[in-house]
């Protein structure tokens, strides 16, 4: 009896161990957003930056910002950093993130655009495959890559 009650456990706990796993939402590139609302979780490499009307490309393909459920995070051309954010996906609000302290001097301008843009209210808007996040007088022009997610 113990040995047929115990087959019947390993039956159960392989019958539901070789189901199907979930998707976990990461949208590859070649999938296109249905939607202009900021998707979660998602990643966005920086393509340009933007203060008081002068535009400047990416310094270098480092710089990226991934978002997620409450949290944000990437490089922003040198240094990692991440943080919090509340509100909404429109209007985050972003209370500053933590970041490594290298210097990088071809980076620094970038990253000093990025940094500050995420301490305060950040706007986002979606188009297609970019995302524009503004705040503190700066944009952000990002693309999507979510294959940094991983």
Same mark, same amino acid.
């Given at each position: 009896?113990?040995?047929?009650?115990?087959?019947?456990?390993?039956?159960?706990?392989?019958?539901?161990a070789c189901q199907?796993?979930?998707?976990?939402?990461?949208?590859?590139?070649?999938?296109?957003?249905?939607?202009?609302?900021?998707?979660?979780?998602?990643? !966005?490499v920086i393509k /340009?930056?933007?203060?008081?009307?002068?535009?400047?490309?990416?310094?270098?393909?480092?710089?990226?910002?991934?978002?997620?459920?409450?949290?944000?995070?990437?490089?922003?051309?040198?240094?990692?950093?991440?943080?919090? !954010?509340?509100g909404s996906k429109?209007?985050?609000?972003?209370?500053?993130?933590?970041?490594?302290?290298?210097?990088?001097?071809?980076?620094?301008?970038?990253?000093?655009?990025?940094?500050?843009?995420?301490?305060?209210?950040? /706007?986002?808007?979606?188009?297609?495959?970019?995302?524009?996040?503004?705040?503190?007088?700066? /944009?952000?022009?990002?693309?999507?890559?979510?294959?940094?997610?991983?």
């Open positions: 009896m113990p040995f047929r009650l115990l087959l019947s456990a390993l039956g159960l706990f392989l019958a539901c199907p796993k979930p998707t976990s939402g990461v949208t590859t590139e070649k999938q296109e957003m249905s939607s202009s609302e900021l998707p979660i979780p998602s990643a !966005w /340009t930056c933007e203060q008081n009307g002068e535009k400047v490309p990416a310094v270098n393909n480092k710089g990226f910002i991934a978002i997620r459920d409450g949290q944000i995070g990437g490089n922003s051309g040198c240094n990692s950093f991440g943080g919090d !954010w509340s429109k209007k985050m609000k972003v209370p500053g993130v933590m970041a490594t302290k290298m210097y990088c001097a071809d980076a620094a301008t970038q990253e000093q655009m990025v940094f500050d843009l995420l301490n305060g209210t950040v /706007t986002s808007k979606v188009a297609g495959n970019t995302l524009t996040l503004t705040g503190s007088g700066i /944009t952000l022009t990002l693309e999507r890559n979510d294959k940094l997610l991983q």
